[in-house]
């Protein structure tokens, strides 16, 4: 049904594609994730300075992604880039205990921007292989993500070089984009299972 579903909308819009930014501190696994989106496999990566742009498809769905430059200096300019965004992707190194609250400012400052007032926002908890890794629902605690109200969100799992839990990420926004299952008959608060939790905006 699903794959009828994906085929027709194809054929409704053949050449829409979708936007997605992604954002979070310098070393936590953008560009990593964006090349393991685009190319299925892990690169070797160097500090991002300005940002790499990439088309990835997901189940018939054609994304635009944006990969930022995460260092403080650059920090500033990702509201640039901001504009007809559908899927901003934060993501998190889950073992970097001493700057959680530096991300926590950061996604205060992207939530309350009025050009993603109707973007969804995925929390990728990256780095997952790492023995120290904080679990999805730390993170979300840390991050105060269920007193989010304006925004639908979710937390997913993940480690970048070995590409677990992207697809499962790319899935719940292929969702919302959608304006499928995700966001119409998700209750308020879902613990899916412990590498994942999603939370609808109240309406
Ligand atoms: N163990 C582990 N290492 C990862 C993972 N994802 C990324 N890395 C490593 O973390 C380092 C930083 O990765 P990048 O993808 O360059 O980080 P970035 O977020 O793009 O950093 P900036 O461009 O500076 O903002 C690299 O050495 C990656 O190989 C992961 O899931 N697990
Ligand atoms: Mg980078």
Partial sequence: MGQLF??????????????????????????TTLYR???????????????????V?????????????????MRPSWVQYYKHTDAIIMVIDSTDRARISVVKNELASLLSHDHLKGAAILVMANKQDLKDAMPPAELSEALALPAIRSHDWHIQSSCALSGQGLSDGLEWISQHVRGGPASSTTPAQKITSPQTITQQPAS
């Fill in 6 to 31: 994906s085929v027709f909308w194809n054929l409704w819009f053949p050449n829409k594609e979708y936007k997605i930014v992604m954002v979070g501190l310098d070393n936590a696994g953008k560009t």
């Fill in 37 to 55: 989106l685009h190319l299925g496999q892990a690169v070797s990566t160097n500090p991002t300075l300005g940002s790499n742009v990439e088309q």
């Fill in 57 to 73: 498809t997901y189940k018939n769905l054609k994304f635009e992604v944006w990969d930022l430059g995460g260092q403080a200096n």
